[in-house]
T-cell receptor
Framework: KAGVTQTPRYLIKTRGQQVTLSCSPISGHRSVSWYQQTPGQGLQFLFEYFSETQRNKGNFPGRFSGRQFSNSRSEMNVSTLELGDSALYLC??????????????FGEGSWLTVV | GENVEQHPSTLSVQEGDSAVIKCTYSDSASNYFPWYKQELGKRPQLIIDIRSNVGEKKDQRIAVTLNKTAKHFSLHITETQPEDSAVYFCAASMSGTASKLTFGTGTRLQVTL
């Protein structure tokens, strides 16, 4: 079965702009979470959506937001982009996301460069 | 919140040798500990995981051990091969927020011929 799919794979944006990233989870998975990966900060949890509701949130400013649709597909948005937002944004899906032990699968990520 | 420390940050071994990566966690409520391998430009891929009710788990050349009392867990790779070269991340999570993985800082493993 198809894995986690993210689009676009690469994008370049200018400071002050906003960006929307998309994620399609593995079929049947209802939990979608987002992570930011940078050389300096490593892999950091942004937020998690389950049944169209944000269930968990990391320590990121309100410029980072997301949503989930009824088919479990998710989008994340970053407004007023800053140079420090340049990162690999990873989407992950799992069947439940609540009970520990459900495998979390990552997509290939969206490489965002802010200039 | 949870904090995961990972050591070493880089590790170079000769082909055929063993490699060990160690992680410690701070929150005793954490009960799931996966290990991910990330090759350059690729997604993190789960290679092995362990739950808090188990002390050790093996999968061919890879094993993970967990010491709940000391709050640390380790990845062991035996008979290393060049294709094992990658960055390895440990992580921790707990029930209720299972999708919120707290990652270690990563270990860059290089297997030389």
């Amino acid at each position: 079965k198809a894995g986690v799919t993210q689009t676009p794979r690469y994008l370049i944006k200018t400071r002050g702009q906003q960006v929307t990233l998309s994620c399609s989870p593995i079929s049947g998975h209802r939990s979608v979470s987002w992570y930011q990966q940078t050389p300096g900060q490593g892999l950091q949890f942004l937020f998690e959506y389950f049944s169209e509701t944000q269930r968990n949130k990391g320590n990121f400013p309100g410029r980072f937001s997301g949503r989930q649709f009824s088919n479990s597909r998710s989008e994340m948005n970053v407004s007023t982009l800053e140079l420090g937002d340049s990162a690999l944004y990873l989407c992950a899906s799992s069947s439940d996301g609540y009970l520990s032990g459900n495998t979390i699968y990552f997509g290939e990520g969206s490489w965002l460069t802010v200039v | 919140g949870e904090n995961v420390e990972q050591h070493p940050s880089t590790l170079s071994v000769q082909e055929g040798d063993s490699a060990v990566i160690k992680c410690t966690y701070s929150d005793s409520a954490s009960n799931y500990f996966p290990w991910y391998k990330q090759e350059l430009g690729k997604r993190p891929q789960l290679i092995i995981d362990i739950r808090s009710n188990v002390g050790e788990k093996k999968d061919q050349r890879i094993a993970v051990t967990l010491n709940k009392t000391a709050k640390h867990f380790s990845l062991h790779i035996t008979e290393t091969q060049p294709e094992d070269s990658a960055v390895y991340f440990c992580a921790a999570s707990m029930s209720g927020t299972a999708s919120k993985l707290t990652f270690g800082t990563g270990t860059r493993l290089q297997v030389t011929l």
